[in-house]
């Protein structure tokens, strides 16, 4: 899919992360190997901390405590909303929608639109692409866009090659309609012939949850899950992202749809720092114009990567003026887009911690 939206911009951006944070060095007794192998890879992959949220705590649970504060420091009336667009791969429930959980949590009307989209990786760019054709139809209303994920209930602690990973988070995205806002460009690409790559095999209703879903084994790399756990297949994912993904952009940039001089800012996925390394050297893309930080600092948030990189690295940047952004996401699915918007003159910008 390749298409453009017009009159459309972003006007405010919180992150919202939990207060626990999972230091990488305190974990390493979790896997069996040498601690000193393990060592290795946290300079290599970019391992440091990452955030994790209760066991307790759920995704609407984080966009509630974030739409409630947008509500209550002004930055929105709950009148000028006309949809809550949710994605995510962690439902509070099969039903109710965690769209209409934060949506009546919030005291928000029945005249609300409220949406859930199943999306991890891309969640960020198939959220906006949602939210900018919604704004087509409501003219004089905003969409609140959340997006989060709380997979670190989903993947084993003895797991070294996905648990270091993992980040629990939430952002929240104000949409809204602007008619002096430059055109934005959009492509997104998806092949589910190789969604296997990353996968949580049971919870769903062609393998529930089942006490032998629930039984941890060494599935012969040395790491121990379950069927309930999540697995990314390292390898398949790197190269997808040295193939597919850099090609895309190659692409793009090869067409003159953007030049990467002219990008102020790359704000992509962050999978982990060695791979974004990579894709950068392969594309041509300046190190300095794209931040590989997150997962060093908050761990991978799935959909909520993108916004969250943008909030801890240039909140201060997007609040004061226009930048022009390459956007990209790749991953579960597998799926993987870019877009070229302006972000900047933000109402709002901010990261807050909570107790979840």
Request: negative net charge; charged residues 20%; contains cysteine.
């Amino acid at each position: 899919m390749i298409t453009n939206f017009s009159g459309k911009k972003i006007s405010a951006m919180l992150g919202v992360v939990p207060e626990t944070i999972g230091h990488f060095d305190d974990e390493i007794g979790n896997y069996s190997f040498p601690a000193q192998q393990t060592m290795r890879l946290k300079k290599v992959m970019g391992y440091n901390q990452h955030r994790l949220s209760k066991e307790t705590s759920t995704v609407s649970d984080f966009g509630v405590f974030g739409l409630n504060y947008i509500l209550q420091n002004g930055w929105i009336k709950k009148e000028e909303i006309g949809a809550v667009v949710v994605v995510s791969l962690c439902p509070d429930y099969f039903v109710p929608h965690n769209s209409n959980i934060i949506a009546g949590n919030c005291g928000l009307g029945d005249g609300v639109i409220c949406l859930d989209i199943a999306q991890g990786c891309c969640g960020f760019l198939i959220g906006l692409m949602q939210s900018f054709m919604l704004l087509d139809h409501l003219p004089n209303k905003k969409v609140v866009l959340v997006n989060g994920d709380v997979l670190s209930h989903k993947i084993s602690k003895r797991d070294r090659n996905d648990y270091p990973l993992v980040g629990d988070a939430a952002t929240i995205t104000i949409v809204e309609n602007d008619t002096s806002a430059k055109s934005i460009y959009y492509e997104m690409h998806m092949d589910g012939s190789r969604g296997n790559a990353l996968k949580i095999p049971a919870g769903g209703f062609r393998m529930p949850n089942s006490p032998e879903t629930a039984v941890m084994r060494d599935l012969g790399d040395g790491n121990f899950r379950a069927l309930d756990h999540m697995h990314m297949e390292g390898s398949e994912i790197f190269n997808f992202v040295q193939t597919d993904v850099a090609s895309m952009l190659l692409d793009v940039f090869n067409r003159n749809v953007a030049k990467i001089e002219d990008i102020d800012y790359f704000f992509f996925h962050q999978p982990n720092r060695f791979m974004l390394q990579k894709l950068a050297e392969k594309v041509g893309i300046p190190k300095d114009k794209l931040f590989m930080n997150l997962v060093e600092n908050f761990g991978n948030p799935s959909g909520a990567s993108i916004p969250l990189t943008a909030v801890y690295n240039c909140c201060e940047t997007l609040l004061s003026k226009n930048s022009r952004c390459c956007l990209s996401a790749f991953g579960s699915g597998l799926a993987w887009g870019v877009m070229f918007m302006d972000i900047g003159n933000l109402d709002h910008c901010e990261m807050v911690e909570t107790t979840l």
